[in-house]
Nanobody, 118 residues
Framework: QVQLVESGGGLVQAGGSLRLSCAASGSIFSNTVMGWYRQAPGKQRELVAAISGGGRTNYADDVKGRFTISRDNVKLGYLQMNSLKPEDTAVYYC?????????????WGQGTQVTVSS
């Protein structure tokens, strides 16, 4: 069993910054992948960034250079969001993948709202 809780969302002006946190509990091992996804009104949920247990990262093209994903350990992760744009407005979700190559054993947090004003 895995539970995830996101925090740190809010309202900021364009050009500002937010730091999202994801706290995990349960049976999480060092080789699990933690990811951040977002879903904006009228859009499908999309991957923003991901980090492996070994620290390897990847980013969506439209956030690369502005966002940074990191982990203190396998149960505490962050998404630092800089130079925010109105297009970044969405509900952001933390995800932990327990088994590579399948989404069947993914776990999700409740989401945190990020709103960027013009």
């Amino acid at each position: 069993q895995v539970q995830l809780v996101e925090s740190g969302g809010g309202l900021v002006q364009a050009g500002g910054s937010l730091r999202l946190s994801c706290a995990a509990s349960g049976s999480i091992f060092s080789n699990t992948v933690m990811g951040w996804y977002r879903q904006a009104p009228g859009k499908q949920r999309e991957l923003v960034a991901a980090i492996s247990g070994g620290g390897r990262t990847n980013y969506a093209d439209d956030v690369k250079g502005r966002f940074t994903i990191s982990r203190d350990n396998v149960k505490l992760g962050y998404l630092q969001m800089n130079s925010l744009k109105p297009e970044d407005t969405a509900v952001y979700y933390c995800n932990v993948k327990l088994v590579p190559g399948t989404s069947r054993y993914d776990y999700w947090g409740q989401g945190t709202q990020v709103t960027v004003s013009s």
